[in-house]
């Protein structure tokens, strides 16, 4: 037939293909998990969404379809699959927007899940919808409740006045992690500091298991070392010093006691006991005024990293054991007092920190520290200051010594002496667990006038939140709760007294510290989960998030499981056997998306012009999963046109058996790397891949059946309503999703083909396979009729081309 006489290409019409489909799924329970059967459990988890007005976002679509592939993939491998969705639908931005409208926010909640649940329907994604959660439901708060009161019996909740971080704009107490950069996480508002009687919990003592915990999980690298830093376990000492002329001592912590024969001066936290206690009568005033003033300055302009340091000298000296050197003792706000002892001892020579402090206060620097350099001039630059490597001089019976081993010798000098103790100090601290605010699960706690706090029984939860007229806290930073006075009156679970109830509610951390759990069996009204649920699915197999979660998220649900677990309720201590994260789909140019700049990409437009599988597999081929990708436009029209390629493929070549044989190489060349890929969530990749063999079937006049059902397989969990539609009209009995996995052997296709990396300027952009033994020429074709490469070289001829035979092509731009 001459290229007159061909037929017009079949339309690929995915507004029409996908709802179909996406029906035929939910009417046959295609994605409902079996807690028991044939096949091995796997455990595929998403962060569930926080649904906020705006709806579901590019992002939100980029981790969730990466791991829909993976859950589609591991039912073809035969496993039983749990794959569930829900809401974390407690917080501040549902309530700010109630306080602005009137709204109550239970109604906003509905009408935004029902927005997010559309959107990921008219996505495809394969979730079990019959295990929906919402965090907000009160059947689903008595659990969070309940595993408060398990809290509060272990001894692990308590209440007590503290320092806390407040945000006067949103009027609420928040953890450390909450504040960023000084500034509440939120609404980006200055933090002040505001003592306060707070619910908190003792997630200290978990600290070392939450440690040795690690060992035991597939963690990236990076989240991993996000989770060590935050817990920040240190072993150092604790040495005391005696102050001078009366009967204190100071106790400072550090790490590098091998430093303090250049020990100087000591520095106190402003809310250090000793900081007005032993000032003397000439510097009392001075030094109350500092304190005061550094209560309520910003939280970003205290601490080590604060850019100027300021203080103020007590009057009092400590005596270093060492030296006998009579050390000047301030308060400084560059001291945390929630850090170590909240005292340090400076050694300006040999910390930077402390040698900006010195020069400020013109306070003596001395080296005993000499590094490979061999300098031993005075310290007078900061590029001066020794701090990781170095021999010790001018320090005793420590002079020769690498610093490592003069470390361990100090300590067991000062401990002989007894002017010290070995210990371990933690950067993590007690979580802050009160919210004075409205939306959020009420604290199930009652205070009786005779009993103390009591929690409320078993059986009278959950504690359900009550209406309000105002939602907004009170002038005194309590919760709107407290205004409800027929609510707060009640009895004592304990003595039948009167008794008040707490009015504090928990923070949104608490719901999603669970909410895996609650997945496993998310109808159960007479536990939050049965053991044999619990056992059947956990622990979770992959989990994938934000970056933004692998400290607070991460750390307070692994430390909610290990608890559980020490409790008896959970089988496994650490709930998430391997954790991955995504990189930020940022805007045009690299900025991040945001409404100010009008650069926010919906969904919702995407899947009306393109389709749902355009969007998936675009999110999957945009670039390294890992990293943070602007979205293109031009690239996602690559994309559309690949999959009506696919589907002119399917309906207009004859698929039959036989055929040309190196297509079907091909295609299990593409389904290896594609299965390999997935797991290496290497998913741009494998989108390549087969956008390559899809290249090569156009060209053939008669497709492998064998290929061509092996390619649909393998594209099912990027496109799976285009997958779908073409398994269909092959004639083949049930869903391509239910079909077999095509696993190739390395063996079948390894002696034929090598995979070349593509480098642009330096950076990997691409791998394309080649067969053994290619030319260099050859090569460079097969690289440049990549669309992904011809697009990050955006029209440019490259000044050289370089190739290392085997591995890498670079085109030098």
């Known amino acids: 037939m001459s290229p007159e006489q061909k037929p017009p290409r079949a339309r ?11 029906k035929t799924w939910e009417e046959s329970g295609a994605n409902r998990a079996e807690d028991s059967g044939s096949g091995e459990k796997y455990y595929v988890l998403v962060e569930f969404p926080y649904p906020s007005g705006d709806g579901l976002h590019v992002g939100h679509v980029r981790s969730y379809t990466a791991m829909d592939v993976v859950a589609r993939k591991r039912r073809m491998q035969g496993y039983r699959v749990l794959f569930p969705i829900g809401w974390d639908a407690f917080g501040l931005p549902t309530e700010n927007y109630a306080i602005k409208t009137g709204i109550h926010p239970a109604k906003v909640t509905k009408d935004n899940t029902d927005t997010f649940r559309r959107q990921l329907k008219s996505l495809g994604f394969s979730f079990d919808w019959d295990r929906e959660v919402n965090t907000t439901d009160p059947g689903y708060y008595r659990w969070t409740q309940w595993m408060f009161t398990r809290f509060f019996r272990a001894g692990l909740a308590y209440k007590g006045k503290s320092f806390i971080n407040w945000c006067p704009v949103d009027r609420v107490g928040l953890a450390n992690e909450e504040v960023v950069g000084g500034a509440c996480e939120r609404c980006g508002s200055p933090v002040e500091q505001r003592e306060k009687e707070q619910w908190m919990v003792r997630i200290t003592e978990y600290a070392d298991k939450l440690l040795a915990g690690l060992d035991t999980v597939d963690y990236l690298h990076k989240i991993r070392a996000q989770q060590e830093h935050w817990i920040g376990r240190k072993e150092g000492i604790e040495i005391t010093y005696p102050v001078e002329g009366g009967g204190e001592t100071v106790t400072v912590f550090t790490t590098r006691p091998d430093t303090n024969f250049g020990a100087t001066f000591v520095a106190l936290s402003p809310r250090h006991p000793l900081a007005e206690k032993i000032s003397t009568p000439e510097q009392a005033a001075a030094v109350s005024a500092y304190v005061a003033e550094a209560q309520s300055k910003r939280a970003d302009a205290r601490g080590a990293e604060a850019k100027e340091k300021t203080g103020v000298f007590t009057g009092a000296y400590a005596i270093n054991h060492l030296t006998d050197r009579r050390m000047p003792i301030y308060v400084s706000d560059f001291v945390l007092d929630g850090v170590g002892t909240g005292a340090l001892v400076g050694v300006p020579g040999h910390d930077l920190r402390d040698f900006e402090f010195a020069r400020a206060f013109d306070l003596d620097v001395v080296r005993v520290v000499v590094g490979a350099d061999g300098d031993t001039s005075e310290i007078t630059r900061p590029e001066q200051v020794q701090e990781e490597s170095g021999t010790m001089v001018r320090s005793g019976f420590l002079d020769g010594k690498d610093i490592h081993e003069a470390t361990k010798l100090a300590m067991d000098h000062m401990e002989e002496q007894g002017w010290g103790r070995r210990t371990v100090s933690y950067h993590l601290r007690d979580w802050v667990f009160s919210r004075q605010r409205y939306w959020g699960e009420p604290i199930p706690m009652v205070h009786c006038g005779a009993c103390g706090w009591v929690p409320v029984p078993d059986d009278q939860l959950p504690v359900v939140l009550p209406d309000v007229e105002e939602y907004k806290p009170g002038a005194d930073g309590e919760s ?11 009895t004592c679970p304990s003595c039948s007294a009167p008794a008040r109830r707490e009015t504090d509610v928990m923070p949104q951390w608490a719901g999603s510290s669970w909410y895996f759990l609650r997945y496993v069996d998310p109808k159960n009204g007479e536990a939050f989960a049965s053991e044999e649920a619990l056992k059947s699915w956990m622990p979770v197999d992959w989990y994938n998030g934000g970056m933004e979660h692998t400290t607070l998220h991460l750390l307070y649900s692994r430390f909610w499981n290990h608890f559980l677990h020490d409790q008896g309720f959970v089988p496994c201590a650490e709930p998430y056997a391997k954790r991955t994260s995504q990189g930020m789909v940022l805007g045009g140019g690299g900025v991040k998306m945001s409404k100010s700049k009008g650069n926010v990409v919906n969904p919702d437009s995407v899947v009306a012009s393109h389709g749902a599988d355009t969007l998936r597999t675009y999110e999957m081929f945009m670039g390294p999963f890992d990293q943070a990708i602007p979205w293109d436009s031009k690239s996602i029209e690559g994309v559309h046109r690949f999959l009506s390629r696919v589907h002119a493929i399917g309906h207009e070549k004859e698929i039959a058996p036989g055929g040309d044989e190196s ?22 990749t494998a989108v390549s891949a087969l956008m390559v063999w899809s290249n090569e079937a156009m060209k053939a006049d008669v497709v492998p059946q064998e290929a061509w059902e092996m390619f649909l397989r393998s594209l099912a969990p990027f496109a799976p309503h285009l997958a779908e539609e073409l398994w269909a009209k092959l004639g083949k009995e049930g869903s391509v999703h239910a079909a077999p996995w095509p696993e190739v052997a390395a063996g079948e296709i390894a002696e034929e083909t090598v995979r070349i990396a593509v480098q642009i300027s330096g950076r990997t952009r691409e791998e394309v396979e080649v067969p053994v033994g290619a030319t260099r020429e050859e090569v460079e074709r097969a690289a440049l009729a990549s669309e992904r490469v011809r697009g990050f070289m955006g029209g440019s001829e490259p000044q ?10 670079n085109f030098v731009l």
């Open 480 to 490: 709107p709760l407290a205004s409800v006075e027929d609510w707060i009156a009640t």
């Open 12 to 22: 690929y019409r995915s507004a029409e293909i996908e709802p179909k489909w996406q």
């Open 800 to 809: 050289r081309v370089v190739y290392v035979p085997g591995r890498i092509i």
């Open 663 to 684: 297509l079907v190489r091909a295609a299990k060349r593409a389904a290896k790397k594609v299965s390999d890929d997935i797991e290496s969530m290497s998913f741009n």
